[in-house]
């Protein structure tokens, strides 16, 4: 008979393979206490092995069933993911109506996931023992005496066996030798695999000089923030300051008071490709005095990415910077989050699981009792809200660092422009003569360029009217096809007019215009020696070449930086004295409720890369419509007035932040299917009690085919996203849906198209 200690324990195990419950498995008693909830293990499930994280276990031997099935291993040492990781995943996959398994995909790197192990390297320090003794031992073997005493000299000093032997010219075997008679130990040590670890910058020197006296402003935020600190518990944070006007160096304060109690801190940015100078400054600050900077981005290979998530688990490093998906980073001792440029739609994961790094940020920093630092020049409508009505709370620079001016903005009205050169222009005369006038001075400019949309929107040339669904306020797209306007958010459709609605023109335009490559427009307006370089998506791909060209640009190699939205962000340049915008109201021509929201968020964000140095700066913003009040708003750098003007017409219009948006999309090979789908979707909807739920839909997706597929989207507002995604739920049990169809939801949606 066999002793009760040779009785499997039980666990309950979440499988990451098409399951989403979990299920039981026997553990051997030797396995058994290796396990945490939260490791990772692998197990059979049917003919397969697949992986899976322990969610419970249970002590009690109880008998064997006939058909219990063991788990085989332990795939990594440490559990991948604490409890309150798991409570994440849980929350995550709940609200944004993702699976578990896509969660905790999302959640745990694949490396971990796979198993990797970390990549160590063989090292070796001389043992010091009596010279006789060595003489003894290595009576016969000459060579290996003199090998020893070539390495006694680096008595005390661990070594890297390779290079080590390598530079004093002796081979493994003899090496091997020495170990095997005692006279060298050797030790396995980790490698660690770290990215950017080469590129300190050269302006780290000036950086670390540069801790400087706080300003007035910068003081009063750190206070209030330490403050929230001290109470360990949960809190957010606007810290709303205008560019320049030194945010990082709070951030800074905030994470010296953590880091000093022992907490781990972690950075939020947009993109790390475009946060160069942000990791350069963490890590000036807090790498000099050995704290480790772990920089958590897409490009990491799958042994950096599995070295720095090792480093977080044991608590080595205690700072992570990243981008989004580093919000599900395992920082051990979690005291503070901070999410700078709060109100970048980067934030928005546009996959399953769809979340939005920022919301998910303050809800981890809700469950660790901890604190939510949200930073921007130009904050989100959404957190506008919440600090209105008491959720976070607010912190404000209102000035630039040393007293700066914001740069002077000029409009240039694009209409007249069309008029005076009998064409639409890509540049305005004054912008011209502006640039021209910079290389002179040998000062920088920046120009910027909107990101275009993929499709087609009408706008008059002559008084920049924009053609708006009479419902949703927002840009209709134009079909070819049928020659008409569709609104992609209601459906509603009118015939695309032949002259502009507002003032009868027959200017009424709509094809993008100013496709010409528009480096080659600036090469031909510049003198011949200017040096104009283009930052594009092609460039944010090849790993390095970004930091080098604004490396370039630093120092003055570069006259003329053309680019889209990844120079709108964060740079810090003190020559640049005049910036660009080529098309500044582009935006108010996309189909989007945050049109006017992108709009000024951009102008303000360009703008503020201008006289950052000594020289004031000057900003030409090109536009068709320099009456709209974003736009006005932004010229004259009134934030609050804009976010008051536009959360009343948010209000009036029940669009974010006062309900959540929620975008279902039907997706398929057949058109005529994919609509049938959509329209029987709606209907019933329409029969079922959606009390609190608006409807609009179905319409085609502006981009109405996409890889091959045929997509139409509904949109729900509602306030309770919980009780929106119930009622979903509920219809979907009974509704016959065809099995070329495939439908997902996207909560709280930025993306419309
Ligand atoms: P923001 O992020 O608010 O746009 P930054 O944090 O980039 O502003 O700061 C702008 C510039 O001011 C940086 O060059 C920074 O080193 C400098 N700076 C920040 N705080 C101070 C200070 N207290 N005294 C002097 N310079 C400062
Ligand atoms: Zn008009
Ligand atoms: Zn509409």
């Not at 979990?22 to 939260?38: F, M, N, V």
């Not at 000299?153 to 090496?175: L, N």
């Not at 009479?470 to 015939?495: E, F, N, V």
Request: glycine share 6%; with cysteine; hydrophobic share 35%.
């Amino acid at each position: 008979m066999s002793s009760l200690s040779d009785m499997p324990a039980m666990v309950e195990i979440l499988p990451l393979g098409g399951f989403d419950h979990p299920l039981t498995y026997g553990a051997k008693p030797s396995l058994y206490e290796t396990l945490q909830i939260g490791s990772l293990v692998r197990i059979p499930l049917g003919v397969r092995r697949i992986i899976g994280i322990v969610s419970s276990l249970s002590p009690n031997h109880s008998p064997p069933l006939d058909k219990l099935r063991f788990v085989s291993t332990l795939v990594q040492p440490e559990p991948v993911l604490s409890e309150e990781l798991v409570d994440l995943a849980k929350w995550v996959s709940n609200y944004y109506a993702s699976s578990l398994e896509n969660t905790l995909g999302a959640m745990i790197p694949a490396s971990v996931r796979d198993g990797m192990n970390a990549k160590t390297r063989k090292m070796i320090e001389v043992v010091s023992l009596p010279q006789p003794e060595v003489e003894q031992l290595l009576k016969r073997s000459p060579k290996q005496l003199q090998a020893y005493s070539l390495l006694s000299q680096q008595r005390g000093k661990k070594m890297d066996a390779v290079s080590c032997g390598k530079e004093h010219q002796i081979s493994m075997a003899i090496i091997d030798g020495l170990i095997k008679k005692g006279l060298v130990r050797k030790s396995m040590d980790e490698v660690n695999r770290e990215a950017y670890a080469d590129q300190w910058s050269e302006e780290v020197a000036d950086i670390v000089d540069a801790l400087r006296v706080l300003t007035s402003e910068q003081k009063i935020a750190t206070d209030e923030i330490c403050e929230d600190l001290s109470k360990g518990k949960f809190s957010a944070r606007l810290l709303q300051g205008v560019t320049g006007s030194g945010k990082t160096e709070v951030y800074c304060q905030a994470m010296e008071k953590v880091l000093g109690e022992g907490g781990g801190v972690l950075f939020l940015v947009p993109e790390v490709a475009l946060a160069p100078q942000t990791v350069d400054r963490l890590r000036a600050r807090f790498g000099t005095r050995g704290e480790q900077v772990v920089v958590w981005h897409s490009h990491l290979s799958a042994g950096e990415r599995l070295d720095a998530w090792r480093r977080l688990v044991k608590g080595e490093a205690r700072i992570v910077v990243g981008a989004r998906s580093a919000v599900f980073a395992p920082v051990q001792n979690l005291r503070l989050i901070v999410v700078d440029e709060e109100h970048e739609q980067a934030y928005k994961q546009e996959d399953s699981p769809r979340y939005h790094g920022r919301d998910v940020a303050v809800y981890r920093a809700y469950l660790n009792n901890c604190m939510c630092l949200l930073g921007s020049a130009t904050p989100s409508l959404e957190t506008a809200h919440n600090v209105d009505c008491g959720k976070y709370k607010k912190s404000t620079l209102s000035q630039r660092i040393d007293g700066r001016e914001l740069p002077l903005v000029h409009l240039v009205d694009m209409r007249r422009e069309t008029l005076k050169q009998k064409k639409a222009p890509v540049l305005s005369q004054q912008l011209v003569e502006a640039l021209r006038q910079r290389y002179e001075n040998r000062e920088q400019s920046i120009l910027f360029l909107n990101r275009r949309g993929f499709n087609t929107t009408m706008f008059c040339t002559e008084c920049g009217e924009v053609v708006q669904c009479k419902d949703c306020s927002i840009a209709m797209t134009y079909h070819r096809t049928d020659h008409y306007l569709h609104c992609h958010l209601c459906g509603y459709r009118k015939p695309a007019p032949r002259v502009c609605a507002n003032c009868k023109s027959i200017e009424i335009n709509r094809r993008g215009q100013g496709t010409q490559r528009i480096e080659d427009v600036v090469e031909s307006v510049m003198p011949r020696r200017a040096k104009v370089v283009r930052v594009d998506a092609d460039v944010m791909t090849k790993k390095n070449l970004f930091r080098e060209i604004l490396r370039d640009f630093r120092q003055g190699k570069i006259d003329v930086l053309v680019g889209t939205q990844m120079i709108a962000k964060g740079l810090d340049f003190p020559k640049v004295t005049l910036v660009g915008v080529i098309d500044a109201d582009l935006p108010l021509r996309m189909e989007d409720f945050r049109a006017s929201e992108r709009a000024f968020q951009i102008l303000v964000q360009v703008a503020g890369r201008a006289g950052r140095g000594d020289r004031a700066g000057e900003v030409f913003v090109q536009t068709y419509a320099p009456h709209e009040s974003c736009i006005q708003f932004a010229r004259r750098a009134e934030l609050d007035e804009f976010l008051e003007d536009e959360l009343a017409m948010r209000k009036e219009l029940k669009y974010p932040p006062y309900r959540h948006l929620v975008r279902h999309v039907f997706r398929g090979r057949g058109e005529e299917k994919t609509r049938f789908y959509a329209e029987q979707w709606r209907k019933k909807l329409d029969s079922s009690n959606l009390s609190g739920i608006e409807v609009k839909g179905p319409a085609a997706t502006p981009l109405a085919k996409m890889k091959g597929y045929y997509r139409y989207h509904l949109f729900y507002l509602t306030s309770n996203v919980q009780k929106c995604l119930l009622k979903i739920y509920a219809n979907k049990m009974d509704f016959p849906m065809d099995k070329e169809i495939i439908d997902f939801i996207d909560v709280d949606a930025y993306q419309v198209s």
